[in-house]
């Protein structure tokens, strides 16, 4: 029989235990791969809609035990992208957005998961998002794991541009085919 605290204390050593080092992706790198996953996005749309600015940010990878010493940057950071869509989707057109990206992602040869109004991508190092709503409104976010960490030890700099609210503008748009 194995004592509890040896156990915590080998769970603690494992979740601790430093992963092996692999290369992290520039950050020009990572934006130039949001970038073109949120413009194939919006170019597969006919008729267009038009997207509101896209909100870029960066999440440092964390360490160890946050709240005491044991919390440290690892070097890594997850960027992201968000943006939505301006065009108000009507509830008759909802499922549209889907198929249409759906279609664009499959066409990729990635592995969609579609549930309910949303679908989802994962892979090894990135993650692409959508979803179309009840609301009207549609969003879609990329994200690149593994990217090299810019931001500072207080967590400033980093990859973070574009309005704060970047979902503000969502579904505010009547739109001759999307919104009727």
């Not at 679908?119 to 959508?130: A, D, N, Q």
Request: aromatic letters at 10%; a negative charge.
């Amino acid at each position: 029989m194995i004592v509890p605290g040896v156990l915590l204390a080998l769970l603690v050593g494992w979740y601790a235990w430093p992963k092996p080092e692999e290369p992290t992706v520039p950050v020009e790198q990572a934006q130039h791969r949001i970038e073109a996953e949120l413009a194939d996005v919006a170019g597969a749309f006919h008729p267009g809609l038009q997207w509101a600015e896209a909100r870029y940010e960066s999440d440092p990878d964390l360490t160890g035990f946050c709240g005491t010493s044991g919390c440290k940057k690892t070097g890594r950071a997850e960027m992201l992208g968000r943006q939505t869509a301006r065009v108000r989707i009507a509830s008759k057109r909802e499922a549209e957005p889907l198929d249409i990206v759906q279609a664009l992602w499959a066409a990729k040869g990635y592995s969609v998961r579609r549930e309910g109004w949303s679908l989802e991508v994962k892979s090894s190092g990135f993650k692409l998002w959508f979803v179309s709503d009840v609301s009207g409104c549609a969003e879609l976010q990329v994200s690149v794991f593994n990217v090299t960490d810019i931001s500072g030890d207080n967590g400033e700099g980093g990859f973070g541009h574009g309005p704060l609210d970047y979902a503000a503008q969502c579904a505010t748009v009547d739109d001759p085919y999307w919104s009727h």
